[in-house]
């Protein structure tokens, strides 16, 4: 992407959500719509826009939920996305034994990401195919897919 690019909530302020289309054309990675035909599929989430005004990423988002239980909630910049895996401490054990299969960039960021009463706010950037696969198995901690 251009180094001149507007930010996100400039080019889609609160009054103005943008299309899939323009979603896509933002984020600029060949995996978010892999990613999107996944939690389809695997769940049957359907992609919902949100407008957040958190001061650390303002603008509008894209949450995924399988009935009433959130799934993730994805965050997009030029040419990255980056999907939010909360761990409950209750599946800390569980989430301890996926983390085994995942990437060691995984494994690191959940080691460095605190642990509270809520649980573990995993900030995973989809930068790979393995980063993907790392995202889907912390997923079905959230939900079993309907698949499977």
């Keep these: ?8 909530p400039q080019l889609f ?35 919902r826009m949100d407008y957040s005004r958190c001061g650390l990423e303002p603008g509008w988002n894209v949450k995924f939920k399988k009935g009433s239980k959130a799934l993730t909630t994805v965050y997009l910049r030029p040419g990255y996305v ?10 800390e054990a569980a989430a301890e034994g996926i983390l085994l299969t995942c990437t060691e960039a995984t494994r690191t960021l959940y080691q460095n990401t605190a642990s509270s ?13 393995e980063l993907l696969e790392d995202i889907k198995a ?9 698949n499977r």
């Excluded at 996944?38 to 992609?47: H, N, Q």
């Excluded at 009463?117 to 195919?129: A, C, E, V």
């Design 13 to 47: 302020p609160m009054d103005q959500q943008p299309s899939m289309e323009e979603l896509d054309r933002y984020a600029d990675n060949p995996l978010w719509p892999e990613l999107r035909q996944y939690l389809k599929d695997a769940y049957g989430a359907e992609p």
């Design 117 to 129: 009463k809520m649980g573990r706010w995993l900030m995973l950037d989809l930068t790979s195919p």
């Design 1 to 8: 992407m251009q180094s001149d690019v507007k930010k996100w």
């Design 82 to 91: 980056t999907a939010m895996v909360s761990i409950a401490p209750k599946d």
């Design 138 to 146: 912390l997923l079905t901690l959230r939900a079993r897919p309907i």
